[in-house]
């Protein structure tokens, strides 16, 4: 303990009561001195002001704070107190859930983020081989998303380190290999250093530059096995293992040494990197240079002022923290970070697992800068398409767009855009608006949140009818009535909870799939059992079968629980037909997917959406698609056979497709059917054509 106050108090000039409370919060006690010893002290290096490094100290103190504590303190530990943790067990939405409150506290002050990645940076230091279960999911969260967010905040050595952990936890092997293929090269490379350091040195004395620095720096593993895999470049062709890296103080000086450099060595074509000029999105500027050494071999040089060293180390906090703590200037820094709140805001129409796959796609992407035709400039991650711009002008620009013209040529909307690119938007007043489709082509969260807005509001009569739904399915699941459960007085405590102004909406935010139905059904049995503890209707209640979904079709189309109006739609992979038993699927947006319950897919699907379904016996004249597979010896009569055959016992044929693969015919034959007993009758039809190997139904 006295270790951790003596480096806070070396670190801050506090005053008599800032001193007090840093004895009041370590005076209750740490689990682990030294683990949070070596937090601080990584958190002093970065500089963080007294407010968060006490904020940090209680939470891991577990003090509690008086109410005349400051705010701004008051503010971080409430943040960091906040559960964020993933458990074994855990569905991958529940996960995905934890992960999105993670992001919402975070956005709220940057400090948090640094905290935060600082403690992960620590833990997973400290794993060891073989990893559980939680340990690994932990690495891959870090991995797909910790590390890019740091990446995009421009905290470049935080970010490769929690890289290196990764690669060095998962892929161990991989890991291992590498490294003693770099340890080869070692003595080599640092013999070069040496010879162009000291090169270097004398270039910066000819220019009178007596403050530059020059420092050499390794490349991470984790970087260079990026390389190896993206790139498919060996480890030889790799230049920058070790890099030398000048500091200088003006931007005149890092292109006079520049010069200098390739006055003596020749460059590399196609090496020299100016981003002084055109800086990365996250605001990193350097020059590179890549030279060929006395060694024969490539070596990097990077020239930069401190400044900008600064900035790679600490990226958007660079100026906050090295500059007094003028007014404004967090909120100026708050500013920088404001990427991470569009985000959270254009995503709270996406579930959980959508939101964390467009976070991935915004955290993991370059960025692109495009114009408008009046040349107002949007910024997009790379990868961005036409309807994203579309929909980054204004929600019916989106709507009702048609198709987009770039550069002055008519292009589809799916048109991925490129770095300068004008854009202008084609709509019209008789689109018939968006499509489930749009969703593969947009990759914004701003993009997909409005489509998926679009449908929510269209939908949300089905979408209240499917929520209602699923609430029953789990309440029986769980073995208790309904009827007993889904009463005012608990949806109204449930809404409460989960701020839905009615019932209404709560169904409706279920059937759409922004709302997990297990927690909701938790919640309302919870509160059933305990005004209900010695309820005796409970065990009966499990062991009897639940009401299904009753599935019939009427002359408009399918229909599901009679005339509810929900639409079904059968599932290709599968092909459900009548007689055989079933199980619905409640899509988000879509309505219900019925599948076979022996559809090897369902083992993919969420369960909590998963929902009985029955035929309805008293239809007549139901027809359904089947897809039969036929595996034959290649003649050029079999499909006009097979043809023949297939509608001379009377059935239609929706669609036939052959392919030659090998000395055998693979054929896929769609055809309609009225029942089960149908398809055993083609199959066995067709067994009967001379050259038929194998037959057999697609899905089984």
Not at 5 to 16: A, H, P
Not at 301 to 320: N, P, Y
Not at 428 to 441: E, V
Not at 485 to 514: C, H, N, R
């Amino acid at each position: 303990m006295q270790k951790i106050e003596e480096l806070v108090i070396q670190n801050f000039e506090l005053n008599d009561t800032e001193k007090q409370l840093l004895k009041s919060v370590l005076k209750n006690g740490l689990k682990d001195t030294e683990r949070v010893y070596k937090i601080v002290k990584s958190l002093l290096e970065f500089r963080l002001d007294f407010h968060s490094i006490i904020a940090y100290l209680a939470y891991e103190s577990g003090f509690v704070f008086d109410e005349y504590v400051d705010s701004d303190i008051l503010k971080i530990y409430s943040t960091l107190k906040s559960a964020f943790v993933i458990t074994e067990g855990m569905s991958k939405q529940e996960q995905a859930d934890v992960i999105r409150k993670m992001f919402i506290a975070m956005s709220n002050d940057v400090r948090v983020i640094v905290i935060r990645l600082y403690i992960m940076l620590y833990d997973i230091s400290n794993y060891k081989l073989p990893l559980t279960k939680e340990q690994k999911q932990f690495l891959i969260n870090v991995k797909d998303i910790y590390a890019p967010l740091a990446e995009r905040l421009g905290l470049n050595s935080l970010k490769s380190n929690l890289e290196d952990y990764c690669l060095k936890l998962l892929s161990p092997k991989t890991y291992e290999n590498l490294s003693k293929s770099v340890m080869l090269q070692r003595d080599a490379n640092e013999e070069q250093i040496k010879i162009t350091k000291n090169k270097l040195q004398q270039i910066l004395d000819e220019l009178g530059l007596k403050d530059a620095v020059i420092m050499a720096r390794q490349k991470h593993f984790s970087s260079i096995y990026r390389k190896i895999k993206t790139k498919g470049e060996s480890l030889a062709n790799i230049y920058d293992l070790i890099a030398l890296r000048v500091l200088v103080d003006t931007v005149d000086q890092c292109y006079a040494v520049l010069g200098k450099i390739h006055a003596i060595y020749k460059p590399m074509e196609g090496r020299i990197k100016d981003y002084i000029a055109l800086p990365k999105p996250n605001g990193y500027q350097s020059l590179h240079t890549t030279i060929i050494a006395e060694n024969k071999r490539p070596l990097e040089i990077q020239i930069r002022t401190f400044e900008m060293h600064k900035l790679a180390e600490f990226g958007v906090f660079a100026h906050w923290l090295y500059k007094e703590k003028k007014s404004g200037l967090k909120s100026e820094l708050d500013k920088k970070i404001s990427w991470l709140r569009e985000i959270m805001e254009s995503s709270k129409d996406l579930s959980s697992e959508e939101f964390i796959d467009t976070l991935k796609t915004n955290l993991c992407e370059g960025q692109i800068y495009v114009q408008t035709p009046k040349g107002k400039v949007l910024e997009f991650v790379e990868g961005a398409t036409a309807l994203d711009f579309a929909y980054a002008i204004h929600s019916d620009v989106g709507n009702f767009c048609v198709g987009a013209k770039i550069n002055g040529k008519i292009k589809p909307l799916g048109t991925k855009l490129q770095n300068g690119d004008i854009v202008e938007v084609i709509t019209s007043q008789n689109s018939k608006g968006p499509s489930k489709d749009w969703l593969k082509i947009v990759v914004t969260s701003n993009a997909k949140s409005k489509i998926n807005s679009y449908f929510k509001h269209e939908l949300k009569e089905e979408n209240i009818k499917l929520g209602l739904s699923m609430l029953e399915q789990g309440i029986k699941n769980r073995g208790f009535s309904p009827s007993k459960i889904l009463v005012d007085k608990y949806l109204d405590m449930s809404q409460f909870k989960f701020a839905f102004k009615t019932k209404e909406e709560l169904f409706a935010a279920i059937g759409y799939g922004s709302v997990s139905a297990n927690n909701i059904c938790n919640k309302l049995c919870q509160l059933y059992q305990a005004d209900n503890p010695h309820d005796n209707e409970l065990q009966s209640l499990k062991s009897q079968s639940t009401n299904a979904l009753l599935i019939k079709k009427n002359k408009d189309g399918v229909l599901v629980d009679g005339d509810s109006g929900m639409l079904i739609r059968y599932a290709g992979c599968c092909s459900p037909v009548y007689g055989e038993e079933i199980i619905g699927y409640i899509s988000r947006a879509r309505g219900v997917t019925v599948h076979r319950v022996d559809c090897p897919n369902l083992k993919y699907l969420e369960p909590e959406r998963l929902i009985n379904a029955v035929w309805d016996d008293s239809a007549t004249n139901k027809t359904t698609s089947a897809v039969i597979k036929i595996i034959s010896s290649t003649s050029d009569g079999f499909l006009a056979k097979l043809t023949q055959e297939i509608l001379g016992a009377g059935y239609k044929i929706l669609g036939l497709e052959s392919k030659v693969l090998g000395d055998k015919t693979h054929t896929t034959l769609k055809t309609e059917v009225k029942k089960l007993e149908d398809i055993t009758k083609i199959i066995n039809t067709i067994k009967l054509i001379g050259g038929v190997d194998e037959v057999f139904r697609a899905g089984n």
